[in-house]
């Protein structure tokens, strides 16, 4: 089970950009999936998250009004719509997921990971 992310890229501030992350693997579900960052020199920290059923949202004071995360269960993947970007949102952003893997006959619960994807934010 993994979670490939994509999408990002290097832009100029007022930009916008739509990383994305799809899990794939022996998946029974996937539950709630998040989006993370981490700019160079500073800790990891919370940016969006979602619902299983897209229904319930959250976002950092930072981003909100400006970065709109959305789902496809289909697909098992979530997106980060990112509008009017500034250069303090350059960052490596990262996504992770909440699923349950169907392995056998077994379910096991667990949180993974995506590599990350580089956003860049230009003056």
């Known amino acids: 089970v993994q979670l490939q992310a994509s999408g990002g890229g290097s832009v100029q501030a007022g930009g916008s950009l739509r990383p994305s992350c799809a899990a794939s693997?022996?998946?029974?579900?996937?539950?709630?999936m998040n989006w993370l960052r981490q700019a160079p020199g500073k800790e990891r920290e919370f940016v969006s998250a979602i619902s299983w059923t897209g229904d319930r949202t959250r976002y950092a004071d930072s981003v909100k009004d400006r970065f709109t995360i959305s789902r496809d269960n289909t697909k098992n993947a979530v997106y980060l719509k990112m509008n009017s970007l500034k250069p303090e949102d350059t960052a490596v952003y990262y996504c992770n997921a909440d699923l349950t893997s169907l392995q056998g006959d077994q379910l096991h619960g667990m949180v993974i990971w995506g590599e990350g994807t580089l956003v860049t934010v230009s003056s």
């Open positions: 693997g022996s998946i029974f579900s996937v539950n709630a």
